[in-house]
C-alpha cells in the first residue's frame, strides 16, 4: 500500500476509483431545460422544496463499465444537483449506494451530500430510458453541511440523453486521476473533478482509507479571481488578463484550514512558461521563504530549482521522449500542492507537451546529497495526443514534483480522463 501524507484529507468516492475513463461527453440542453420545460428535476427535505431543470446528462466508459452524470441547477444558477450513477450496464433499474451518488451544491457549498460509505442507504432509480431522454427517481439518507443526516424524499428527474455520434472536441482539461497499484492492480487513490458546463462545480478526492473531502467552487466567479474555500474558509487564486493565475492566497495543505496561512506568487515569461514560484507567510507576503525558478526549453520544463532561506535545497531535472507528443498534461511543479489540486480549475500556463520519461530529484543538506530517480512509461496516448495512462518505476518519492507533495509512487499505473469543451 502506497502511504499518502497525513495532511491530505480525503473523502470516500469508493465507487469512482473503478472508473479511469474513455472519454467523458457532456450534453448541452438549450431551452429545453429552462423554467417551464419537460426536463427538470425536484426533491423535497423536511418542509424544504427544491425544483429546477435538469440540463445536462453525459457517459464515461472503461470497457464494459459505465458511470452516467447528471446535473441540472435552479432557475437562479446559484445550486447545482448532480446525480451519478455506477454499473456495468446503465438501463432501468434501481442503483443503490456505494452504485450511486447524489450532491447538491448551494453557491459552491455542498448543502446536501450522499454518503458513499453508508451502502444502501441512498438510491437513484432509472424508470425510462431511450435514445432521447433519461426519467427517474432518487430519495434516501444524505449529510447536510454540518454532517448531519438528512432524508431525501420524492426525489424526480428528466433529461435529455442521446449517444454521442460526431467526433469529441480536442480542448479538454483533466477530469480524474486514477492511482493503481501495479503488482496488486489495486486503485488506492484518485482525484476527482465535477464539471458544471464547462467550470468545476467540485474537486473531490479519495484514498483507500474512507475519509472525506471535497472542495466546492462557486457558479460564478469573480472577475479575476478564482474562489477555491476549504471549510468556509475564504481561498482564492488571482488570474491576469490572460486567464493565468497571478498568486494564491490560502493555506499551506490547501485541503485543511488547520494549516498555515500563506502566500504563493507566480511568474511567467512572454511565452506564458511559469518561471517562478514564491512562497511567503500570509503576515508577511514580501518575505520570501520558498523560491522556485523552472528552467524551460521550449515548452518543456527541463529543471526546478528550490531554495529555502537562500539556500538550494532541491533541484529536479526532467527528461522526455521527443517522439511522444502530449496535450494538457499534469503540470510539473514540486512543491505546489496548490497547482496539482486545482489543476482543472486554474490556468498555470504552459504544460509540457512531450511525454515525461524519467525525473531526478537531488536533495542537498549539510550531510550530502540524496538523489531519487523515477523512470514513466508504457505511455497510452489517444489520437488527439491526450495521455490516457502511463506507468512508474524506480523510486518512491516522498515530496515529488509530478503530484506535489502527495508523492509519485513506483509500481504504480496513473489513468487520466477529461472533460471537452
Known sequence: MKHIKQALICFSALALVFFGCKKEYSYEVPGGGGVGGSYQWSFTEGTNSFKGPMDTAYLDTLGTLHQLNITGRSSDNKDIISLQIFADTIQVGSYQTDRCSFDYLRSGVALYRSDLTAIGQFTVSI??????????????????????????????????????TTPPPTNCTISKILYTDIPSNSNY??????????????ISLSDSSAQLFSVSFPVTLAIGKTNVPVNGKPQYFTNDINGRATAFYGFEDPLTDTSAAFVAKYTYDAGGHMTRRTEAAAAK???VVFDMTYTWSGNLLTKAVVKYGGQTALQVDYTYDAGKTVKNFLPLHPYAAEVFYFQSAVNVGVRPDKALTKVTEQWFSPSGTSTFT??????????????????????????????????????????????CQ
Not at 389 to 396: A, L, Y
Open 189 to 202: 487513490y484518485t482525484q476527482f473533478s465535477l464539471f458544471n458546463g464547462n467550470n468545476v462545480s467540485t
Open 285 to 287: 507576503p514580501d518575505s
Open 374 to 419: 523515477s523512470n514513466l512509461g508504457s505511455y497510452v496516448i489517444d489520437a488527439n495526443n491526450y495521455v490516457k495512462s502511463f506507468t512508474v518505476t524506480g523510486d518512491d518519492f516522498t515530496a515529488m514534483s509530478l503530484v506535489s507533495d502527495i508523492g509519485l509512487f513506483a509500481t504504480t499505473k496513473y489513468t487520466l480522463s477529461y472533460h
Open 127 to 164: 424508470t425510462a430510458m431511450d435514445s432521447i431522454s433519461i426519467t427517474g427517481t432518487f430519495s434516501g439518507t444524505a449529510l447536510d453541511t454540518g454532517k448531519v443526516k438528512k432524508t431525501i424524499t420524492d426525489g424526480k428527474f428528466k433529461v435529455k440523453f442521446k449517444s454521442h
